[in-house]
């Protein structure tokens, strides 16, 4: 039985640990965007048009 | 909330409920296999409704690695390479799991944890080709030569997923083929009863969805991932 439990485990800690590596990924860019809108900002002295859900290089756009 | 945000907040509780769902029939509806005789094959055996999925999602995640680096060669659409490397991640997370819980379901049944069989070093060799995926794409500076070297890496590697589904039927070997007829020196085999088949085919569904739902993550975050890099480089060349 400890050999299935072991297996069920690693599953579920792998998959959580992905899972929580991507929103920690993501909510380190969503503040690096924000900063990078703000300097845009403070030279162009106005909003940058582009939102979050734009968060696209002109190729993917 | 964005539009887009929704609709992966829903797919992920989807797939938590499939998720529990398929634990729920792995360990209250699935019965033992007839052949099994002892308590610890019978519950290393369970093991399997997990196992086989998780290179189930690996291959698949690698085919659409392969096939987005093919799209990405005819377009030259960064959309290709973000889904390529996106399926590649998880591609590589799942066969982790995959050679760790084959691993651990080795152990009582071969009394080994790992063997050198063509199934296990054809699982091996492709795991590790993918991590010399990785690899290359960290020694590449310029996103596009980047780029162009993963799409061609990415289908390539993918030689390596028919070679490994293969082995156990091309080969002499001790895995069980669970799915057609395999080796006759393979230690561990079962018959797939109507309620086994039920219960694996529904764990292969939900780790489907699982796999879409990751997907939908990864591609979020690593275009978000690229619009901060292209700021960044209109900031820093004002």
Redesign the interface.
Known sequence: MAFMIAAYVVFWLVTFVFVFSIFSRQRTLQRDLELMEQLLEGEDGESSPHGVEESLTPDMA | M???DRWVAILLAVTTVLMLVAIVLVFGVAPDPVNLQT??ER??Q??FY??VP?WWIGFLAFFVAAGSGVFYLITR???WD?ISLSSVE?GI?FT??GL??GS??A??TWNTWWTWDPRLTTAAIGWLMYIGYLMLRGAIDSPERRARFAAVFAIVAFLSVPINFMAIRWWRTIHPVVIGSGSADAQGNFALGPTISMVFFYCLFAFTV?YVA?MA??V??E??????????Q??MF?
């Open positions: 964005l539009r887009s308590p610890v519950f290393s369970r093991i997990f196992h998780t659409r960064e959309r973000v998880i997370a982790t799991m760790v819980t651990i379901w152990k009582p699982l990751l993550l990864r979020r975050t275009r978000l991932a690229r619009r901060v890099e292209y700021i960044k209109q900031v004002r």
